[in-house]
C-alpha cells in the first residue's frame, strides 16, 4: 500500500511503513471478521451497511464471482520469482494468524490451522499469558479471537449449535457478535482481537518466528 | 498518519503475476515493484446500500467491521479489484485491506 500524503510503502500484513518519509511507523491493527458468509453477517447485524458496487468504464464490478478462484485451487504461492522454505506446513494451507496484544519486548505470534476446525468450532488456548478463543466455522467461514477474560476472570469454552459456546459458568455466547445471552451475564461482550485468514507461505515470510497450534 | 489505522484481514499477500520471470528468484529482494501505483485502484470515496438493498449471494464472503455500533461488510469479491477501502467506521478513520 501506499499513502497518497507523502507516497510511503506500507505492508498490508503488518501495517508497517516500510519505504519512503514515514517507514517505521505502525499503522494499529483493529478487531474484524477477516471473512464471514454474507447471510451469517446480515443475520448477526442487520442493521449493517454495504459497500456499494463501483462501476468501472461503464460496466458493473462483479461482487458473486470470485477472480482469483483458480489461484485459490492452485498450489501456486505468491509471486512468481520467491521461493517460500517455510515448510512447518503446506504453503498454500490456510491458518488465523494471531498476535499476542502487546507488552513489551517481542511480540508472540502463533498460526491456527483451519483444518484443525473441522471438527469443532473453538479452541481455548493462551498465547504469552493472555487466555485466547479462537473461533472459526467452516459452514460460514467465520473466523474469531477473543480474550477469555470476563470481568477479570478467565474462562473455558464449549462448543454448542453453530456460532454459539457455552463458557464453564454456565453463560452461552454468540461467537460471532462476541456477546452473551441472557442470564448473570446478559449484555457482556467479549473483547475481540485482530486476526487474519492468511495462507502459511505469506504468515510464516512476515514472521518466520510465529509458533503453530498443533 | 496517527487517525489512521488498519485492518488486517487479508488472505493474498500476494497475487500470481508475470510467468516469464519464473525462473528467476527474488527472494533476497526487500522490495520488488510489479505494478505502478493505482493500477490496483483503492476505493476512496466509498458509497454504501442497506442489507436489503445488497444483491449478495448468502453464501458470498464479506468483510465485516463493527465499531460503536455501526457496521460495514465489504464483498471479498469486489475487493480483489481493489484491495484497499478508505472508510469511516463508527467515527474510526480505517482501511480495511483485502
Redesign the interface.
Known amino acids: 500500500m501506499y499513502d497518497h500524503q507523502t507516497r510511503s510503502l506500507w505492508s498490508h500484513i503488518t501495517g508497517e511503513a516500510i519505504q519512503g518519509p514515514l517507514t517505521g511507523k505502525q499503522l494499529k491493527p483493529l478487531a474484524s471478521m477477516p471473512q464471514i458468509a454474507w447471510k451469517t453477517w446480515q443475520l448477526n447485524y442487520p442493521e449493517t451497511e454495504v459497500l456499494s458496487v463501483p462501476t468501472r468504464g461503464g460496466m458493473r464490478e462483479s461482487i458473486n464471482q470470485d477472480a482469483y478462484a483458480d489461484y485459490h485451487a492452485s498450489q501456486r504461492a505468491g509471486v512468481s520469482g520467491m521461493k517460500y522454505t517455510d515448510n512447518r506446513l503446506p504453503n498454500k494451507s490456510l491458518v488465523i494468524g494471531v498476535q499476542a496484544p502487546a507488552k513489551g519486548g517481542n511480540t508472540q505470534f502463533r498460526a491456527y490451522p483451519l483444518i484443525l476446525f473441522t471438527k469443532t468450532a473453538i479452541i481455548n488456548d493462551t498465547l504469552d499469558g493472555v487466555p485466547l478463543l479462537i473461533f472459526h466455522d467452516k459452514r460460514s467461514f467465520a473466523t474469531a479471537v477473543f480474550t477469555r477474560n470476563v470481568a477479570g476472570k478467565v474462562r473455558t469454552f464449549s462448543q454448542k449449535d453453530r456460532h454459539f459456546a457455552e463458557d464453564d459458568t454456565g453463560t452461552r455466547w454468540n461467537l460471532i457478535t462476541g456477546e452473551a445471552g441472557s442470564g448473570k451475564d446478559g449484555g457482556a461482550r467479549l473483547e475481540r482481537l485482530p486476526a487474519i485468514n492468511i495462507y502459511w507461505f505469506a504468515w510464516a515470510r512476515y514472521h518466520p518466528e510465529t509458533s503453530i497450534y498443533r | 498518519?496517527k487517525n489512521?489505522?488498519?485492518?488486517?484481514?487479508?488472505?493474498?499477500?500476494?497475487?500470481?503475476?508475470?510467468?516469464a520471470?519464473?525462473s528467476?528468484?527474488?527472494?533476497n529482494d526487500?522490495?520488488?515493484t510489479?505494478l505502478p501505483?493505482d493500477a490496483i485502484p483503492?476505493?476512496?470515496d466509498?458509497?454504501?446500500?442497506?442489507?436489503g438493498?445488497?444483491?449478495?449471494?448468502?453464501?458470498?464472503?464479506?468483510?465485516?467491521?463493527?465499531?460503536n455500533g455501526?457496521?460495514?461488510?465489504?464483498?471479498?469479491?469486489?475487493l480483489?479489484?481493489?484491495?484497499?477501502?478508505n472508510d469511516v467506521v463508527g467515527g474510526?478513520n480505517?482501511?480495511?485491506?483485502w
Do not use: W
Open positions: 498518519m489512521y489505522m488498519l485492518i488486517l484481514i487479508l488472505l493474498l499477500a500476494t497475487t500470481a503475476c508475470a510467468s520471470e519464473d528467476e528468484d527474488y527472494s526487500e522490495i520488488r510489479l501505483f483503492a476505493i476512496t466509498p458509497q454504501f446500500v442497506s442489507a438493498a445488497a444483491k449478495l449471494d448468502a453464501d458470498a464472503p464479506v468483510i465485516g467491521v463493527t465499531f455501526e457496521s460495514h461488510a465489504y464483498s471479498l469479491y469486489l480483489n479489484g481493489h484491495e484497499i477501502v474510526m480505517i482501511a480495511t485491506t
